[in-house]
């Protein structure tokens, strides 16, 4: 949704340098091979700092941050065979009375990891050495030609809308999506085989084929309604591929930006109020079929405030859409709206940073050459 908008909105600013005119035109800009090298040089310095923001910070550390249980226990559960191995320790009301006050300070200082980037990294760090801010990259790139490969089979198809193909190729790949939140959430990487560290397909389709309905949902009203509001205060209309300077008759550059502007907080609101919950809902669906045996990076508490029990309990043995909205508490939404806001604004610094570097590199190095009409 935020690559369509800001699309849309660069090309619209873009064909406003245009005077929409079809006279005589004026000079045309050439750049010369040097200036194409600083730009692919400065370009390819920058492609780490573009991986970080695009993929750490606004896929792995949410993707954490949904999961993390903010109020973790502060002893961990003693396993059974050590306590009936050991004989139970003397009853001490001094080292009793101290280790309550440590266990309530401990309460009180402790911030959830994800609270802040530096953390979290630490945490990641600490699990995975430098590769841990990117884990499950891997499976994201296996995501992508997927997506890439599916799409192109249900485009084909004549009887299947492009909205709808969409859809199906989401719920075709839940199983990839489910295994990439796994990557991503447990506390070492797997040792099985690709194939076997795959989560089960019909289980898996059937806790989270709902949710991820909802997710296309969202992100269809999202992106109708930025193109509503679009044609409801008169932005012209634009092609990815296809320069029409015509369409900007009339229009002036301030006009254009002020309305692209209102299209796009329109979006950004409505990725806020209904994206991100109901991709909150889909990733804790997700993580609820994480294996019992495999422990997370941050604390995640699996019964969802007591409403998931065991596979061998209950059969169904996941979160309920219901149940994994109603459990994350109004602390986490704070806590992941922060987060969202503080990746964004490290993107826009790190484009500005960018921007600001080739903007002198193409003004005084460019070439003016008069066209022959």
């Known amino acids: 949704m935020w690559s369509h908008v800001a699309s849309a909105g660069v090309s619209v600013l873009k064909r406003a ?63 059974a065979d050590d306590n009936d191995a050991a004989p139970a320790p003397a009853y001490d009301g001094a080292d009793a009375a101290h280790a309550g006050s440590d266990a309530a300070a401990t309460a009180a200082t402790s911030k959830p990891v994800t609270a802040s980037f530096r953390r979290t990294h630490r945490v990641l760090r600490a699990a995975s050495g430098w590769r841990g801010s990117f884990r499950g990259v891997g499976l994201a790139i296996i995501i992508a ?47 099985l085989p690709f194939r076997q560290s795959l989560p089960p397909f019909r289980r898996t389709f059937e806790a989270t084929c709902v949710p991820v309905f909802l997710l296309w949902l969202a992100n269809g009203v999202t992106a109708l309604a930025a193109f509503g509001i679009a044609k409801a205060v008169g932005l012209p209309q634009w092609r990815d591929h296809v320069s029409q300077p015509g369409d900007l008759a009339g229009y002036s550059a301030g006009e254009l930006i002020w309305k692209t502007i209102v299209v796009v907080l329109v979006a950004i609101v409505l990725v ?82 960018y921007a600001a570097i080739l903007i002198p590199i193409v003004v005084f190095t460019s070439k003016k050459t008069t066209p022959v009409v």
């Open 17 to 79: 340098v245009d005077d929409g005119s079809d006279g005589p035109q004026g000079p045309n800009t050439k750049l010369p091979p040097l200036a194409w090298a600083l730009i692919f040089l400065v370009t390819l310095l920058f492609l780490p700092a573009f991986f970080v923001t695009s993929y750490t910070l606004k896929q792995v550390y949410p993707t954490l941050a949904i999961i993390e249980n903010p109020n973790p226990a502060v002893y961990e559960a003693v396993n």
């Open 145 to 191: 030609v997927a997506s890439g490969v599916v799409s192109v089979v249900f485009s084909v198809l004549p009887f299947v809308p492009t909205f709808v193909g969409s859809l199906l190729t989401m719920l075709a790949l839940v199983q990839l999506h489910t295994a990439w939140v796994h990557a991503v959430i447990r506390a070492t990487p797997s040792t």
């Open 272 to 353: 806020f109020l209904i994206v991100i919950p109901a991709n909150v809902v889909l990733v804790r669906v997700q993580a609820s079929l994480l294996p019992a045996d495999v422990d997370t990076v941050v604390p995640f508490d699996r019964s969802f405030n007591g409403t998931v029990e065991p596979a061998v309990v209950d059969s169904r043995g996941y979160v309920t859409v219901r149940d994994a909205f109603r459990t994350f508490t109004r602390a986490s939404w704070k806590r992941l709206l922060v987060l969202y806001v503080k990746a964004y604004l490290v993107t826009i610094v790190v484009d500005v940073v």
